[in-house]
């Protein structure tokens, strides 16, 4: 009866080798799935990460651009009304009449009735 027993232990113990390496490849292939998708996932969360730092970049740059934009528009406003002033000042001397009597003098040598000019030459300080 002893060697009876014994093939019954024997049984037994194949059983659950059998149902054990079934756990464990079924684990096995868990842990392969399991895997397999955090690898998809790792570089999808890759490839977004790439894009949105690229996008990111490329507004940095349109944005500093802009700026640099502004800063020169800015810039061409300012003298753009000092321009304005300018011409509004010359407007209102072409109003003037005595400016330009003092224009046609200087500019055309133009005089009045019975007036002389003389054009002295500029004194340089050499």
């Known amino acids: 009866m002893v060697t009876k027993r014994s093939s019954t232990v024997r049984e037994m113990d194949s059983q659950y080798i059998e149902k054990r390496e079934q756990e464990l490849e079924f684990q096995a292939k868990k842990r392969r799935g399991l895997i397999r998708r955090l690898s998809v996932l790792g570089i999808f969360g890759f490839i977004l990460a790439g894009i949105a730092s690229v996008t990111f970049y490329a507004q940095a740059s349109t944005i500093n651009e802009k ?60």
Do not use: H, M, V, W
């Open 67 to 126: 700026q640099e934009e502004k800063q020169a528009l800015e810039q061409e406003l300012e003298l753009l009304k000092a321009e304005e002033k300018r011409l509004e000042q010359e407007i209102i001397n072409y109003n003037d009449l005595d400016y330009i009597a003092e224009i046609a003098r200087r500019d055309y040598y133009l005089s009045k009735p019975g007036e002389t000019l003389f054009k002295l030459p500029d004194s340089s300080a050499d």
